[in-house]
């Protein structure tokens, strides 16, 4: 699966869940899906709220294993920080990413400036 997200396009965010839930409708349990879902809609929204141009998402399932990738043209590293209490949800993605995905990262992208932010759940497959 591979979708493009305008700048801003912060509606795009649920048909990115639709095409990830369809995706992964054969391939893994219900809760597995449902991380998934949770965690690309952070992603998505973090790279379209905090970077000036729109997202790339991409996801597959190989081995067993999701990988789902967010691409956008920000070189500046996103990192998790637990907001102060006062702060309602805000600032808690990259928190739940972390706590929820098996494993994920950032790294710049090959060509030209931006990066790739990226989780991966097992039992996908």
């Known amino acids: 699966m591979t979708r493009r997200v305008g700048r801003a396009d912060l509606k795009a965010v649920g048909q990115v869940r639709r095409d990830l839930r369809e995706l992964l ?4 349990r219900a809760d597995t899906a449902e991380v998934a879902e949770l965690l690309v809609t ?9 970077t000036e141009g729109g997202a790339e998402v991409s996801a597959r399932v190989k081995d067993a294993r999701l990988r789902v990738e967010v691409r956008d043209g920000a070189a500046r590293r996103p990192r998790p920080h637990v907001p102060s209490a006062d702060d309602g949800t805000h ?3 990259l928190v739940l990413v972390e706590a929820l995905a098996d494993t994920w990262g950032v790294d ?17 497959g």
């Not at 409708?25 to 893994?28: A, E, G, L, N, S």
């Not at 952070?42 to 905090?50: I, K, P, R, S």
């Open 25 to 28: 409708r054969h391939h893994c």
């Open 42 to 50: 952070e992603l998505v929204t973090n790279a379209l709220v905090h």
């Open 91 to 93: 600032g808690r993605g």
């Open 108 to 124: 710049p992208l090959a060509l030209g400036p931006g990066k790739v932010v990226w989780f991966e759940l097992e039992d996908a």
